[in-house]
């Protein structure tokens, strides 16, 4: 759209260049206030894409720490719910990088959430039993306050998969600077200028949406939100437990 835009610009500016008297000031004006307009919106559609994306990142480390806090306490845990928690733990830990690799909104990514809802509620169910069994104990209150934290990370970092830049703003931002970069062609094409700064004008704004469009799309594209963590704690969770339950 922008570089044929651009060309369309240069085409009707070249037809019109005898009347260059006439319309080369008020198109030059025109031209300039429009595309300081479009760097504002280009600027600011760049600035959330960037923070939303910032935000994902953050909310992967968030839950990978928590998961491995839930691990680390459910191993304190007696028997047999240290044993079947740990066990959901990690069943719960691969459906939280399952949830990473889908398209958010899909129904790869909604079944993912919906395995993740009923892992908790099996985790849930474990601790209760565990803190009716030894309610003076401290081991399964621990267990209950980072299991519950760890609840909280995967909503919040499922809405930050979710929260997506508005597409009005995105289809402000093609439109104008399309629009932007047609003027400009025409203004140079009108006064007999050269096209070459404003084709290559037009290649760096489209490479700058494509920039702000890929980082709207955490599981799409070149730049993707990493989950190293979620992967980096699975492999340790593949490891012997470090701590022993209570004895009985």
Do not use: C, K
């Amino acid at each position: 759209m922008i570089v044929g835009a651009t060309a369309l610009g240069a085409f009707l500016g070249r037809r019109v260049r005898h009347l260059a008297e006439t319309l080369a000031e008020p198109f030059g004006v025109l031209q300039g206030a429009l595309l300081g307009l479009v760097a504002l919106v280009l600027a600011f559609g760049m600035s959330l894409a960037l923070s939303r994306y910032d935000d994902r990142r953050a909310t992967v480390v968030e839950e990978a720490n928590t998961i491995g806090t839930t691990w680390l306490r459910a191993q304190t845990l007696p028997e047999p719910e240290r044993s079947r928690s740990l066990s959901l733990l990690i069943d719960y830990t691969e459906s939280a990088i399952r949830l990473a690799d889908n398209i958010p909104g899909s129904d790869e990514e909604e079944a993912a959430s919906a395995d993740e809802e009923e892992l908790q509620r099996g985790l849930w169910a474990l601790a209760g039993q565990a803190l009716d069994d030894a309610p003076q104990d401290s081991a399964p209150r621990l267990y209950v306050e980072t299991l519950n934290e760890m609840i909280d990370a995967q909503a919040v970092r499922v809405a930050a998969l979710n929260n997506r830049v508005p597409d009005a703003v995105l289809l402000l931002e093609v439109l104008g600077a399309a629009l932007a970069l047609g003027l400009l062609a025409a203004y140079l094409a009108i006064v007999g200028r050269g096209i070459l700064a404003v084709s290559l004008a037009s290649v760096l704004v489209a490479f700058l949406l494509l920039v702000t469009f890929d980082l709207d799309r955490p599981t799409r594209g070149m730049i993707q939100v990493p989950h190293t963590a979620l992967r980096n704690q699975l492999a340790s969770m593949e490891l012997p437990p470090a701590a022993q339950g209570p004895r009985q």
